[in-house]
């Protein structure tokens, strides 16, 4: 028995980054939650390691990186409701 979809909701790790398909079945698009805007002062990650800064400031790059992806920004349009889960994230979106 063929049943059709409602609605599609594209759960994800936490992360605003990666972008989904699911906004072209056709039916309501849930994105999210989405999380990962947040990002630390500067001075606050100069306190850390060499290693632990290499990786926050290759994250933040990332970040930013993603903000340019045609992709997520598809997704993000395609959406009927995204769901974020602080709101530095809410505003680390276009």
């Known amino acids: 028995m063929e049943r059709p979809f409602d609605a599609a909701i594209h759960l994800t790790y936490g992360v605003f980054r990666h972008p989904s398909f699911l906004g072209n079945l056709g039916v309501p698009f849930i994105f999210g939650p989405l999380g990962g805007g947040e990002d630390a002062p500067f001075r606050l990650k100069r306190s850390l390691g ?3 800064l290499a990786k926050e ?7 930013k990186m993603a ?9 993000l349009q395609k959406s009927t409701a995204i769901l974020v889960k602080t709101a530095e994230t809410k505003g680390a979106l276009p």
């Not at 903000?67 to 997704?75: C, D, E, I, K």
């Open 50 to 52: 060499a290693r632990e």
């Open 67 to 75: 903000l340019v992806n045609p992709m997520l920004w598809l997704s």
């Open 57 to 63: 400031i290759a994250r933040s790059l990332v970040n």
